[in-house]
């Protein structure tokens, strides 16, 4: 799937949304050096732009009508990893983090993106699913 453009994606989740998008974006795109491919977003989502490397997904973003989110998956290891730094979290990724049912295959944890406040908590987040591999 080709770019989505900056007018569209701005009609679909509002402007604002799409500024914290980009930041967030260049934050990830400073640290990591990653594939990243826009897709459709399936059933409940019109776009998904997500971050690979080696076969392994970094992270998802996700638009629909006046949403943005973020996709995290957590194996055990990186939830035990999660549970040591919960005291740093805010409270509205912890509550998104503890309604976020555990799966075999890991706790797919979606983070509802409406502000920067949670942006530190994303690289937090981010830095437990792999290490920064930019220098």
Partial sequence: MENIARPELENLVGADKVDIFYNIVDKITSLYDMEQTWNNGGKKWNYEYK?????KTLCAFYFKENTLGLMIIFGKEERTKVDE?????SPA??????????YHDG????????????S?????LLFIKRKPNKK
Avoid: C, H, P
């Fill in 51 to 55: 971050f690979r490397k080696g076969g």
């Fill in 107 to 118: 706790k797919w944890v979606m983070l509802n993106i409406t502000d920067y406040s949670i």
């Fill in 93 to 102: 990724v912890l509550d998104a983090y503890d309604n976020t049912q555990t």
């Fill in 120 to 124: 530190e908590d994303i690289k937090k």
């Fill in 85 to 89: 730094i919960r005291n740093e979290l």
